[in-house]
Each structure stands twice: as C-alpha cells, then as structure tokens.
C-alpha cells in the first residue's frame, strides 16, 4: 500500500445476496497486479457520490492501494428491492463482503468504512463475524436505532427524525413515482424546517406515506420494543471479534452512542485481541461536514478534519500488516474544546476524571440572564426558596445549536451563543463564580432536578454552557428527559401534578477546559425545539396529539438541603 497508485473504475457491478435481490455497486480497483486488500462502504445516500460532503472520494482511497467498494443498500439508487432503514442489513452486510472477497485482485482481507446509516451497517454485519472482515470504522454512529438515533429519554429528535425522513422520501420519489411526486418531494426537503411546529406529528403533511413510511413506524414505536431490538448493537458486543475505529464529534447527534459503542467493545467484545484493538477519536465537529470552523467557533489548526488520513493509517495497520505506531497508540484520543488540543488516554472517560457536583442555587429568581441564579460548589440550606416557570408549548425555547443532524440549515447544530436563550423568563440561568483557574472536563454530564409540576406530565430541557468573558454563552452539551420517562427501562407513567419527584438523566458527554476568567453556567428549560419535539405537558403514549391537546405547565425546581438539585462534572484538572 506504499505510493499512489492509478485507478480503474467498474460501476454498477452485481452482488447477489442470499434472497437473489441483487445489490449494485461502483468498484474502484488499483491497476497494479495485487492483490490488494478490498474496503467497501454500504450506503442509502447514492453509491456514485459515496458522502462526499464529509469523507474523500473513493477514488481518493483506492488510489492509497484499496480496491474500494461503494455499494447502494437494498432498495436505494440502483439496487434491487425496498428499502426499510436497517432491516435486513447484517444479512446484505454479511453476502456483500463474501462477495467482495471474490473480486479479482481481491486478497480475502476486507474493511469497511462510512458515517452514520453506512456506520451502523458496519456493526450490524460485524456481529455475524463474517469470514475475511477484519476491521472496521463506525464513523458518527449509535449503538441501536432507538436511544439518541430517534429518541432520547423519551422525547423525540425531532428536526433530525422529520428531516432525515423527508430527505430519504426524495430517492424513493425518484424510484417509484412521476415527476410531480419528484418536485413535490424534493419541495417538501427542502420546506421541512418551516414545518416542524405541525401537529400531530404522526400525520405530517410533508412527509408522504408512500416513500417514507418509516417515519410513521418510528413513531408508532415510542418505547423500546421488538421493533427497535433487532437493530441494537448494544447487548451485543460479545459477538464482535474485530478492531474498530469509532469516530464521531462532540455536536454530532450520535456521540454518546459512539462512545457507549467504544467502552462497550473494549469492555466486552469477544477476544482480548479485539477488546485491546478498539480506538476512539472525537472531534470538535457535528454530524456533517467535519471542519475546524463548527457553529460560531473557530478551533484552529489543531480542529482540522483528519478522519481520511486516520482511516487509512488504520487500514495499513489491519488489511496490509503496515504498522505506522497507529496499533500501539492510546485508545483514547478527543478533542478539548477551549484548550485546543487532543487528548490522549488509556480509556475515556479518563480514570484521572472525578466526578464534581455543583448545585443549583439562588433566592427564587433564577429566571432569564438578569436573574439570581447560581452554580456553587457548597450545598443549599434548608430554607432555600425554589424557582418557577412556564412551559408553554406555543411558544417553545427555541434552539441555538446543539447535537443534531443533518444539514446546519435545516437542523440546529453546532456552538452557538446562547445569550438570546438567556433573555427568556422560561429559562432559568445558574451561573457559577468567575473561574480563577482553568477547569478541564473530560466525560459524562449528569444532572439531578427535584421538580413538581402542575401537568401529568413535561420535559426537562438542559444544556451546560461555557460563559466567556465578554459575555458570550457558548454551549457545550445539550440533553433532555420526560417526565414520564423518568425511571429508566420502565414503562411511562404520569406524573401525578404539583408532586415533588427526582428525576436523575445524563445530559451527554463533552471534553473541554474553560479557561481562567470563564464561568460554568447551566440552563434549564421544558423545550428545546426543534432539536427535540415540544412536550404538550399531557401524558401520552403516543404521537397522536394536537394543538387541542397541548396545555401550559409551571414547574417547580427545588434546590434545598432535602432536594439539592445539581449538575456532576467530569473535572479532570483536581
């Protein structure tokens, strides 16, 4: 795999799986004699283009000593049958790479590459242990298909579920229907961000039934049931016996799965060889594309897109035997926003991290920017007074920023300034004291909020901010619970009103220093929207709720010596 070689091309080459549905795909070969080890990439996004708005050209990869495979998953582009995202993929998965193995020049060793759904793919196929795979790259991807891809502690991701299934409806239009269901599909992409406020969400007038039923599968499914079980990576992790490199980005929507999918392997996958052979690389990047300038911030030099080089620095390592040190570097390697540098550890979250509670405090006014709440090392008193505000599903907290997918313009992603959320009275702003030394996290943001409200039920919407000295508020992780969701693995229940419960959620792992002169500030809210679909403060089992159905709520947050309501941070500095 050493120098450049020149390339030739064989498109829509045939791949029969086991049911005779045959999958094309466009092949990439080096001209050379070989043999040459094969990397192949399964995507519903247009094997021509392989997600050229974030990774190289296979071209570019072939050109590296690969014979490179780009193939359009079952029932996408060209490729025979229907599509339904996930179903059927570990079995295509498993035919594909036999028969990848079987072209000419071919050496039998085969890797497999991509982002997001062509990441998930990867995992879903590995778990079968297919003869000849012998690594693999989840890039920016989950461990299942319900918790953080579609739902989070119980809330729907809204912009990324209706903008990814009308996104997906355009090929279908193309394959099935006339050319006034093309225009209207391609219209309806493209306006689906003026629509997220419709209701009910199961009944959306810009997300045809015909080309994406999925969405209203999604929907019918809200809790973890036999619909989304097949597709979990997780609980599965003992049935993988390949090195992984995980990839993703701290304002990517599927960061946390990414991570889960990395401690999971190197704790748990089959053989020792495979557990020690799991790497972990997170950016200061969201979902698409990856670049040094995310959201309102430039990370410089040091936050450049480097995932191809990686790539084929892992792939030398395990389909070519070329060892450049990539196979004795740390496991662990993320980006600290704010210092600007990477970090490298034997595990992530690092084992000098210790955990660091800071409480919610003030005198009952914590409301919008000007208010009197505050973030304290010390614990409340008795008597401290709580907050109140209103959750009123008309008029939503908007989003600025945050971890979605999947472009910029039609879902919030990425470091923005949250002084325009601060404004709000339905906003309360804890603020800690300006830091007289930099503080460094590196892990898992957890939170606990003692809270009444006067519905069955509500969101709790949270984000952890980094305030600079000139006042800017730049957010660094973002998560959200139900309330009916607040026991983990259990059925929903209601809430019963103005009833004191706990509710204790991870709001998302981060990595970043704030600097001397900077203050830690957390912001609690009941929307978050579009990011996450507004509560009706009504408890339901369902999607089926309208304008009719949604009700005002005031909610209590209590922070007193007996509900000491806090935030945990992942402090790495003592």
């Not at 035919?95 to 890797?111: Q, S, Y």
């Not at 662990?332 to 926003?337: C, D, E, L």
């Not at 008597?383 to 979605?404: N, T």
């Not at 892990?443 to 003692?450: A, E, I, M």
């Amino acid at each position: 795999m050493s120098g450049l070689h020149t390339v030739e091309v064989a498109r829509e080459v045939a791949m029969t799986m086991r049911d005779g549905v045959r999958l094309m795909a466009d092949v990439y070969t080096p001209t050379g004699p070989g043999p040459y080890p094969v990397l192949l990439m399964r995507s519903p996004y247009d094997k021509t283009t392989s997600e050229y708005f974030s990774i190289l050209h296979p071209e570019w990869y072939a050109r590296q000593g690969l014979i490179v495979v780009s193939q359009d998953v079952r029932g996408c582009f060209t490729s025979e049958g229907t599509f339904n995202p996930f179903h059927g993929e570990a079995e295509d998965g498993v035919d594909t790479i036999a028969a990848c193995r079987r072209l000419p020049k071919a050496n039998g060793r085969v890797g497999m590459y991509g982002f997001s759904y062509p990441g998930i793919v990867q995992l879903m196929a590995a778990i079968h242990r297919p003869d000849g795979l012998a690594a693999i790259a989840p890039s920016f991807t989950c461990d299942g298909t319900y918790a953080d891809w579609t739902y989070r502690h119980g809330v729907l991701q809204l912009a990324f579920a209706q903008s990814w299934a009308s996104a997906l409806a355009v090929p279908e239009a193309f394959r099935r229907g006339s050319d006034s269901d093309i225009a209207t599909a391609l219209n309806a992409a493209g306006a689906i961000a003026g629509s997220y406020g419709h209701l009910p969400l199961d009944d959306h007038p810009l997300i045809d039934r015909r080309f994406a039923p999925f969405y209203y599968d999604w929907l019918a499914h809200p809790l973890h049931d036999g619909f989304w079980r097949p597709f979990d990576i997780a609980g599965r992790y003992g049935e993988i016996d390949i090195p992984a490199l995980h990839l993703g980005g701290w304002y990517d929507i599927f960061v946390d799965g990414t991570i889960r999918n990395f401690q999971g392997l190197r704790a748990g996958a089959r053989s020792a060889a495979a557990r020690v052979a799991q790497r972990l690389v997170i950016g200061p990047w969201y979902h698409q594309p990856w670049s040094r300038a995310t959201g309102d911030l430039d990370f410089g030099p040091s936050g450049r897109n480097r995932t191809d080089e990686l790539v084929v620095r892992w792939y030398r390592r395990w389909l070519a035997d070329d060892d450049d040190g990539i196979g004795s570097e740390p496991a662990s390697n993320v980006y600290v926003m704010g210092a600007d540098r990477w970090r490298t550890d034997d595990d992530f979250p690092p084992k000098d991290m210790w955990p660091t509670r800071l409480y919610l405090r003030g005198g009952g006014r914590a409301n919008a920017i000007d208010g009197d709440g505050l973030l304290e090392a010390a614990a409340p008193g008795a008597d401290e007074p709580h907050d109140i505000y209103v959750v009123d599903p008309f008029a939503p907290v908007p989003s600025a920023g945050g971890r979605s997918c999947c472009p910029a313009e039609l879902a919030p992603m990425g470091p923005r300034d949250q002084r325009a959320i601060e404004a709000r009275p339905d906003v309360l702003v804890f603020t800690g004291a300006v830091l007289e030394r930099d503080l460094e996290i590196v892990g898992p943001v957890d939170v606990v909020l003692h809270a009444s409200a006067t519905t069955d039920d509500t969101d709790f919407a949270v984000k952890l901010v980094d305030v600079h000295p000139c006042g800017r508020a730049i957010n660094l992780v973002d998560g959200i619970l139900r309330a009916s969701h607040r026991e983990p693995g259990a059925a929903p229940t209601p809430i019963e009103p103005d009833r004191v419960y706990r509710y204790a959620f991870r709001v998302g792992n981060t990595a970043a220093r704030l600097r001397a002169g900077h203050r830690v500030r957390v912001e609690i809210a009941g929307t978050n929207f579009p990011l996450y679909e507004r509560t009706l403060n009504a408890f339901r089992a369902d999607r089926h709720g309208g304008y009719r159905d949604a009700r005002a709520a005031s909610v209590r947050l209590f922070h007193d010596a007996g509900r000491p309501s806090h935030v945990t941070l992942p402090v790495v500095d003592g």
